[in-house]
């Protein structure tokens, strides 16, 4: 039975991460989860809803061990407990920094606290799943380390601990059956889990609002596995010098520091499909680094991913059809566009011109000021602003920002040629981009790089229309490809 629930767990995480599964990994499932299972089943909660390897929001690289669902004893609501199983037999606190910690026998130098870990997941779960509404109460965490003593990892109860956060090891196991007993009702979890799982995942404060109060020291941006063992690596070390990672690691042995190389591999564009981010990747010919050029790289047919949705609409009236039906669903939705088409300044009357003109359908370009034009909202709050939706934003706008459903429109600047896109210098209306010092090798690379950008704006998915019939023929075959007809 365990064999064939690894074997299975195996084939699931591998296909949401798109990464192989180790045997490393299957022993720390047959181990930590049976320790868990065991506790669970003493507890008498045997009806409480387990899910294994339960995704980040937006980012299904970065997963928690597990999620526990059922219903709050206390106040009847839905509750998670987000479990972080670690078979460390011992650790110590690195260098006698709290926040980091020292595992014998492990591949890496240091790690996060795992208390730090697991509290970072709980804070993804708050801000982002509408199952839980922000409310911090739904979202509870646990670091449970079954395989140490409460001596073996004494270092680590040193840090203080979020006040939803609980940390245990095998001496602490009683006290952790007592915990569960205390927090959840004796009930079938299903539901609860069912809500977590089909629930809408968006951010559940706009991202400028967000931004805004981290900037005023008010708020925090959640960081998970290795973009935390980053930053608290960096501010242990302190470093002060900044570069290249070659030109950091040479100048480190020069002066013979240690450095410490963490690699940042989680997909958080996109709803954290890394199926689509690679298809983005192949469509345009790029490699797998921003701004890197791959002329072997072939578009593929979209397979589709259950958590990105690509739509290739018959119109521009029809992508902004769709689109608005997204909005009236309380989804977030913009249109953008290639910057083939003329920027006007205002008419006089304050309302924008509609320089986007597709047949008999145009709009306007989000206005190209800081303060507001006529109904238009400002171009920095463009992407949030309810008056937003009417404009259409272009590389300059949109770049930093996300939206939960994104509309992108291909101008003649970027063509389907020969099965593959080919830039086209004439289709562009972009001063920057076609003046004479710009090379054609330049120029290639900015507009593949310009629509990399607009087409991973979508957190939950992408319309497309290309103006080129060619072109809007060409997606339509990758995205919806026709049956292969019975031999």
């Not at 980040?56 to 709050?72: E, F, K, Q």
């Amino acid at each position: 039975m365990e064999k064939a629930f690894t074997e299975a767990l195996k084939e699931a995480t591998g296909k949401q991460t798109g990464r192989p599964v180790g045997k490393s990994q299957m022993r720390a499932w047959t181990n930590s989860l049976s320790a868990l299972a065991r506790d669970l089943r003493d507890s008498g909660l045997g009806r409480i809803e387990v899910l294994v390897e339960y995704p980040m929001p937006h980012n299904r690289v970065s997963s928690a061990d597990a999620v526990l669902a059922g219903i709050n004893r206390h106040t009847g609501k839905d509750l998670f407990v987000v479990v972080e199983l670690k078979q460390w037999g011992e650790a110590e606190l690195y260098e006698d920094d709290e926040k980091l910690v020292v595992v014998p026998g492990s591949w890496n130098d240091h790690d996060t606290h795992p208390a730090i870990q697991v509290s970072n997941y709980c804070q993804q779960i708050i801000e982002n799943c509408s199952a839980v509404d922000g409310d911090p109460g739904a979202v509870e965490g646990v670091a449970y380390l079954h395989n140490a003593t409460r001596q073996s990892v004494r270092g680590l109860f040193e840090l203080a601990l979020d006040k939803n956060v609980r940390l245990f090891t095998m001496t602490e196991r009683s006290a952790f059956i007592d915990y569960l007993r205390d927090r959840f009702e004796d009930t079938d979890g299903r539901q609860a889990a069912e809500r977590l799982l089909n629930g809408r995942v968006q951010p559940n404060q706009p991202l400028l609002e967000k931004a805004a109060n981290v900037l005023k020291g008010r708020d925090k941006f959640i960081l998970v596995d290795q973009q935390q063992t980053a930053f608290e690596t960096v501010r242990h070390a302190v470093p002060g010098e900044v570069g290249t990672l070659a030109a950091i690691k040479s100048y480190a042995q020069q002066l013979n520091v240690r450095h410490h190389h963490v690699s940042l591999e989680g997909q958080w564009r996109c709803g954290g499909s890394i199926a689509y981010d690679l298809w983005v990747r192949r469509l345009l010919g790029l490699g797998s680094e921003d701004g890197e050029w791959d002329g072997d790289a072939s578009p593929e047919p979209w397979v589709g991913d259950e958590n990105f949705e690509v739509v290739v609409a018959r119109s521009p009236a029809d992508m902004e059809s769709i689109l608005s039906a997204k909005l009236a669903g309380g989804w977030t939705a913009r249109m953008t566009a290639g910057f083939c088409w003329p920027w006007s300044k205002p008419n006089p009357d304050k309302s924008l011109p509609p320089d986007v003109r597709i047949g008999d359908w145009e709009r306007p370009w989000n206005a190209n000021s800081t303060s507001k034009v006529g109904d238009a909202p400002p171009s920095q709050i463009w992407a949030t602003s309810p008056g937003g939706f009417g404009q259409i934003g272009c590389v300059y706008t949109a770049q930093g920002l996300e939206f939960d459903w994104a509309g992108v429109i291909i101008g003649p600047d970027l063509l389907a040629r020969g099965g593959r896109l080919v830039t086209e210098r004439e289709g562009s209306k972009d001063r920057d981009l076609t003046r004479s010092t710009v090379t054609p090798e330049q120029f290639d690379r900015l507009i593949r790089n310009t629509y990399k950008v607009l087409l991973t704006r979508g957190l939950a998915g992408v319309v497309l229309y290309a103006v080129d019939p060619e072109t809007q023929e060409f997606l339509s075959t990758l995205v919806n490809p026709a049956p292969t007809s019975a031999p």
